[in-house]
Each structure stands twice: as C-alpha cells, then as structure tokens.
C-alpha cells in the first residue's frame, strides 16, 4: 500500500465511530437522503449487481441489500469494514464487505451493473486511475454514480496542508475536472444533480447554470454511463 493510502486508512479509521453515529441522520435527512433515490432511477434491480467504492460504515450498502440488490462494498479503512460487517449482521442481505484500493479491485472485468462512489475519488492519489478501474468493473451500459465535493465543503479541509508543502491524503479535483475526465475516458454523461450546502436556496439555484449550481453545492452528483 502507497503512503498517500496508508494515511488516507488511518485518517478514516481514527474518524470511523464518529462517522456511524452521524450515518443514519447524514442518509435520512441529511447531506445524502438524495443519493440513492438518485442510484436507484439510474441503476434497475434486475440488472445486476451494485459495487459500493468507498462504501464507509455501510449504510448505503444495506440499505440497497434491503431493497434487493446484491451489493460488494469496498473501503480502503479497516475500522469502517468492522462497522460495516457488524452492521451487516443486524441489517443486511445480500450484501458482503472487504478492505480495498478502489484503483485495484479485486473483481473480474464488467461485473458491476451500477458502481455507487461518493466523495471517494478526491481521496485517491490517482483520480483518472481509479475512474479507469471502475470503468473497467462496469458491464457495457453500466453507470456509475460518483459524488465530487464542491469548492466549500468542509472536508476539504483534508487538503489545506498542501500549502504548506506537506503530503495530504486529497487532491483538489473540482465537480468540472471530474465529470470532464470522465467524459474524456469513455463515461457518457447521462444525469448531473447538486446536493446544495445549508443556506442556499433552491428555488434561487436550480435557475443557475450548471457551473454555478456546481459552484454552492456541498457535492454534484454524476450519472456516468459506459460507453462501448
């Protein structure tokens, strides 16, 4: 394992508990109660398996399991796989978990029908490398449903020692560079929804234009299709 992900485990593991006591109210009503309604209009239960890259504590993961998908969630922290498994037990079907570099799966070519990666991509030390490989798990017209932190949103605070020359475990990567890389490399871009930061008026920003929209969210959502 390369530095960058070695420190990127620990940062993860060290914040894993803190994390699964906010998970239910960050998925219900919080920063990501769109994200699946979003996955699931663009990935259909009959079609296949989903992966989770960067799965966390597993939440969304047994969420999708409850409503019948089979799912394989990843994350790069071991403490958020302990959290995960444990929380499989209690809730989850159809659902298994594992510690993973998503720029190195261990899964054969287009197993995925639907790829879910939120605010995962940022973390890596190669953004294009880990979108090829998740590229490469999609079955032909499979969709991946990345999530890009906006400008200001606070995690990206995770970044801010790069200023000072010093390795982070973030790069810089803005919603604009990832969804051109994405279309760049093969991904057809199919759908594009902001999760806007507290204060922002909707009826203000849905009349903006997209790089503005993109500008005052907490995150942009993409639905990238893979095109064969």
């Known amino acids: 394992m390369s530095q960058w992900n070695e420190k ?3 940062a993860f593991d060290n914040m894993a508990e803190e994390w699964n006591q906010k998970s239910d109210s960050m998925w219900e009503t919080g920063s990501r109660k ?51 498994q444990a929380r499989a037990e209690k809730h989850g079907e159809n659902v298994h978990f594992q510690t993973g570099d998503i720029s190195q799966l261990p899964f054969a070519d287009q197993t995925f029908a639907g790829i879910l990666s939120i605010n995962v991509v940022e973390f890596t030390p190669s953004p294009l490398k880990s979108l090829m490989e998740l590229y490469r798990l999609l079955k032909p017209g499979g969709v991946l449903v990345l999530g890009i932190l ?34 760049e490399n093969g991904f057809v871009l199919i759908d594009e929804e902001p999760v806007y930061k507290e204060g922002v008026p909707s009826e203000l920003a849905e009349h903006l234009p997209e790089d503005l929209q993109e500008a005052l969210s907490f995150l942009t959502l993409f639905a990238l299709k893979r095109q064969d």
């Open 150 to 183: 906006g400008p200001t949103a606070g995690p990206r605070n995770h970044s801010y020692r790069r200023l000072y020359d010093e390795a982070t475990i973030q790069n810089t990567m803005m919603p604009w560079e990832a969804k051109k890389l994405a279309q």
């Open 8 to 10: 990127t485990a620990k």
């Open 34 to 84: 769109t994200i699946l309604p979003f996955l699931t209009r663009q990935v259909a239960l009959q079609q296949g398996p989903v992966l989770d890259a960067g799965c966390g504590d597993g939440y969304a993961s047994c969420k999708l399991a409850a409503a019948g998908y089979q799912v394989e969630g990843v994350d790069i922290a071991g403490e958020m796989i302990r959290l995960a």
